[in-house]
C-alpha cells in the first residue's frame, strides 16, 4: 500500500495532546490468506504486526479494516 510505504516524520510533542485516534481505512495484506493479481497488481505482505510497529506511536484506539478488490485463491 503506498500510504505506508511513505516516511512519516511524528513530533512527539504533538501527540501528547491527542487522546484516542481511529482509523478510518486500512487494509492487512495477510499470506495465510493467498490473493490473486487484480488488472496486474498484487499487494505487498502487510500483517497486523506490521500495522501495530508503524503505527505504534499514533495512540491508535480502533479503526476499520477495509477490502481490497482482490479475489482469494
Do not use: W
Not at 495532546?17 to 490468506?33: E, L, N, V
Not at 503505527?55 to 477490502?67: C, D, M
Request: glycine fraction near 6%; proline fraction near 5%; hydrophobic fraction near 40%.
Amino acid at each position: 500500500m503506498i500510504f505506508f510505504n511513505c516516511v512519516i516524520k511524528i513530533n512527539r510533542n504533538y501527540l501528547r495532546h491527542i487522546s484516542m485516534i481511529f482509523d478510518s481505512h486500512f487494509h492487512i495484506i495477510d499470506p495465510a490468506f493467498p490473493l490473486v493479481e487484480n488488472q496486474g497488481f498484487l499487494p505487498d505482505t502487510f500483517t497486523i504486526k506490521d500495522y501495530q510497529q508503524r503505527t505504534g506511536l499514533l495512540n491508535i484506539h480502533g479503526g476499520a479494516i477495509v477490502s481490497g478488490s482482490f479475489p482469494c485463491i
